[in-house]
């Protein structure tokens, strides 16, 4: 019960900030996406304002255990591998073409209007073609 | 000194720190990694079976808290495009690369970067420039966003 309630409480903080921030209007990430345009810096505000929490949070998991039990998750691999790097442009090319990445997306499905519905429901069908696609890449070049 | 700064900077950062914390708490609180990719992705594709009620539930504070905070802010437009074609190619790309790179802003940029991931930041180089080689290319060059 605990852990069902934490993970409400952190997606509650997470979602609060998502709109409070103004990540949610496409407006604003498009605008600090755009640098050659009327570049909007907010983004980087909202990134070094989570980072800072979070860093702190990284750093008081020395030594403990979480509060529900169990173990953190493992530090992170060194590996950057093909998948990260072709993933990783092609949800940028996505997050640039509309302005949403998946946190907000979800985040302003109450009051964003269809188009928000259009795209939540196109990236959960991306989402399940995902492993297709990844096979897919591992058939035709493996992964080393 | 605050008069000079602008408003939307000062609620990024505030927002930023809500995020933040967030994060902290589904780390500490319960061992987990806050990315909005993976777990939206492993309740669609079967992978997140055995922790599907803390997923819900994670995701139910995503979308309820900004349904509570909607009123007391006014005029809030996310300025979406209305073409449809773009949404879905925009939302197949979103789905399908974040869960080839194992995350998104959240799970790669906010909790990768902070514990100096060599991957988070490589990810987050990787679509923060293919971000804006889009808007570059879809906006300037071909006036289409």
Avoid at chain 1, 22 to 32: A, I, L, P
Wanted: charged share 10%; with cysteine.
């Amino acid at each position: 019960m605990t852990r069902i309630l934490l993970a409400l409480i952190a997606g509650g903080l997470f979602g609060a900030g998502l709109f409070i921030s103004g990540m949610t209007d496409t407006s604003k990430v498009q605008g600090w996406l755009d640098v050659f345009g009327n570049w909007d810096p907010t983004l980087a505000f909202v990134m070094g304002g989570a980072i800072i929490p979070m860093a702190i949070a990284w750093i008081l998991t020395n030594g403990r255990k979480p509060v529900v039990g169990g173990e953190f998750p493992s530090p992170p691999e060194p590996k950057l591998g093909r998948n990260l790097v072709l993933g990783s442009i092609l949800f940028g090319i996505g997050w640039g073409l509309a302005g949403l990445c998946p946190g907000p997306a979800i985040a302003s499905l109450s009051y964003g209007g269809w188009p928000h519905w259009v795209f939540f429901t196109a990236m959960l069908a991306g989402m399940v073609l995902a492993p297709m696609a990844r096979a897919q890449l591992d058939s035709a070049v493996p992964a080393e | 000194m605050l008069n000079s700064i602008p408003t939307d900077w000062l609620y990024g950062l505030g927002g930023g720190l809500l995020i933040g914390l967030g994060g902290a708490v589904f780390l500490l609180g319960n061992g987990r990694i806050m990315g909005a990719s993976g777990i939206v992705g492993g309740l669609v594709d079967g992978s997140g079976k055995s922790n599907m009620a803390e997923r819900l539930a994670f995701l139910a504070g995503v979308f309820l808290l900004p349904v509570l905070l909607y009123p007391m802010f006014s005029d809030v437009d996310t300025h979406a495009t209305t073409n449809i074609a773009v949404l879905i190619a925009a939302g197949l790309c979103v789905g399908v690369g974040t869960r080839l790179a194992n995350g998104c802003t959240s799970g790669h940029g906010v909790c990768g970067i902070s514990r100096l991931s060599l991957r988070g930041i490589v990810a987050t180089v990787f679509y923060i420039m293919a971000g804006g080689l889009t808007v570059v290319l879809f906006r300037h060059l071909l006036g289409v966003i």
